[in-house]
C-alpha cells in the first residue's frame, strides 16, 4: 500500500491498476492512429520531472494521471499528458537540445522545432517529444495559451489565472493541473475512461470547487449528464 497526498489531504492507494475498456471502434482508432503516427512509450510523471530537473518555467501534469494524483485512483493510463505555457516554447525546445525532439502538432499536422520553427504559430496546440526518428514518442504536451504570462482557459477564455492558483504541488514535488479544471477539459469528450476518473474526484471536491465545475460545465454544455450529479 501506499500513501498520496490529496490537496491538504492523505489518501490510501492500491499498487494495482484498473484497465481500460474500449470498444473495437476505439481500438480501432487507435491502432489507426499508431499505423500513422507511429508508437508511443510514455514517461510517467516521475520520469517527466526527472527530464525536466533544472527546467526554470513552470509546468504540470494534466489529464489522468492528474486525476490519480488528486484522488489516489489508479487506472492504466494511455499517454502522460504534461502542460506548459505557449510563451515557454521556445526555452522548452532549447532546453531538451541534444536529448529530446521537440515537434508541434497543430491539427495533425506535424513539423518539428529548432532553429527554423524556435516557437509555436498555433498557442493551443501539442507538443510532442521522441528521441529520434526510430524512437516512439514519450510525452504528449498540450500547450496553455499565456496571457501576458499567465495561465488562461481554452474553455473558458474569460479564465485567467496565475499558474500557482490552478495547480496544486504534490509530495513528490510534481505540480498537477486541479482536478476541477481537469474534469471541464475531460466533459466535452465524452470517453468511458472519463467516468470513473468523474466519479473518483467527486469524492474529494470541496463545496466550493464542485460549484465551479457545475457552472463551469452548465456554461459550455446545459445539458451534460454530469450536472445533475454535481
Do not use: C
Not at 480501432?28 to 530537473?53: K, M, S
Not at 504540470?60 to 490519480?68: D, F, K, L, P, Y
Amino acid at each position: 500500500m501506499g500513501r498520496v497526498r490529496v490537496l491538504g489531504s492523505v489518501r490510501t492507494v492500491t499498487a494495482s491498476r484498473v484497465p481500460l475498456e474500449r470498444s473495437a471502434e476505439e481500438q480501432a482508432d487507435e491502432d489507426a492512429f499508431f499505423a500513422l503516427y507511429g508508437a508511443w512509450a510514455p514517461l510517467t510523471p516521475t520520469q517527466v520531472a526527472a527530464e525536466l530537473a533544472g527546467f526554470d518555467r513552470p509546468w504540470w501534469v494534466v489529464g489522468g494521471w492528474a486525476i490519480e494524483a488528486a484522488t489516489g485512483y489508479q487506472r492504466e493510463h494511455e499517454d502522460t499528458d504534461i502542460s506548459l505555457l505557449s510563451s515557454d516554447v521556445p526555452a522548452f525546445v532549447e532546453f531538451l537540445k541534444g536529448r529530446w525532439h521537440v515537434w508541434n502538432n497543430v491539427g495533425g499536422v506535424l513539423h518539428p522545432l529548432g532553429d527554423r520553427w524556435p516557437t509555436v504559430d498555433e498557442p493551443a496546440s501539442q507538443l510532442w517529444l521522441r528521441a529520434d526518428a526510430t524512437s516512439p514518442w514519450v510525452l504528449d504536451v498540450p500547450l496553455t495559451p499565456a496571457d501576458n504570462g499567465r495561465w488562461s482557459n481554452k474553455r473558458l477564455p474569460d479564465h485567467v489565472a496565475d499558474v500557482s492558483d490552478v495547480t496544486w504541488m504534490a509530495d513528490d514535488g510534481i505540480r498537477y493541473l486541479a482536478p476541477e479544471i481537469v474534469l471541464l477539459f475531460k466533459s466535452s469528450l465524452a470517453r468511458p475512461k472519463d467516468e470513473p476518473d468523474f466519479e473518483a474526484t467527486l469524492a474529494v471536491l470541496s463545496p466550493d470547487r464542485r460549484a465551479w465545475l457545475r457552472a463551469a460545465i452548465e456554461d459550455l454544455t446545459p445539458r451534460h449528464p454530469w450536472l445533475e450529479r454535481l
